[in-house]
């Protein structure tokens, strides 16, 4: 069990700990389990208009999702510290934006017709608030959106625990994914 509870401290622990499953070849293996949970999930399969996001420092990878035909798919995009999704039309209209994350350039959506949500995370607590890189991207924009889309937490099994306490600032989501 973590004994950290400083935020800024269990972000460094995240990060290392991230690390230690890309070298060691355990993030691959995670990535496709969690794909598999998500694509034998009623949720997922219910759904036609899913946001993902395209991976940074060793999160799990969902990006083979985006080759399926039968679903809608949105990728996030940083817009004057705002959050703001849009289409996913093809791996080629991706650009490097904030924090060098691929993006897409198209029109951004409204967010309401939005199912599910797929959120990378640092880390998880067994109450569904996530640890983020500490930016508040998606908790401001749940904060601002009342949104009918199931919101799902992606983070490693060993990094979903109660090591952090959330704050008035943090956003409950509706459910985590682990492997």
Not at 153 to 175: S, Y
Request: charged residues 25%; contains cysteine.
């Amino acid at each position: 069990m973590i004994t950290i509870q400083n935020k800024n401290e269990l972000r460094k622990y995240a990060m290392q700990k991230r690390n230690s499953f890309a070298d060691s070849g355990v993030l691959e293996n995670k990535s496709s389990i969690i794909i598999q949970k998500i694509l034998n999930s009623s949720e997922f399969n219910n759904s036609n208009h899913i946001a993902l996001y395209f991976p940074i420092k060793n999160e799990i990878d969902l990006t083979s999702l985006l080759n399926l035909k039968d679903k809608n798919f949105y990728l996030p995009r940083c817009n004057n510290n705002e959050l703001e999704f849009v289409k996913f039309e093809g791996f080629n209209l991706l650009k490097s934006g904030t924090y060098g994350i691929l993006e897409p350039t198209g029109e951004k959506i409204n967010p309401e017709i939005l199912d599910i949500i797929y959120i990378p995370a640092l880390m998880a607590n067994k109450m569904n608030y996530r640890l983020g890189y500490g930016k508040g991207y998606y908790d401001r924009f749940f904060a601002k959106y009342n949104l009918k889309a199931k919101k799902i937490i992606i983070v490693p099994f060993e990094l979903h625990n109660d090591a952090f306490i959330q704050d008035e600032f943090d956003f409950q989501c509706d459910n985590t994914i682990s492997a």
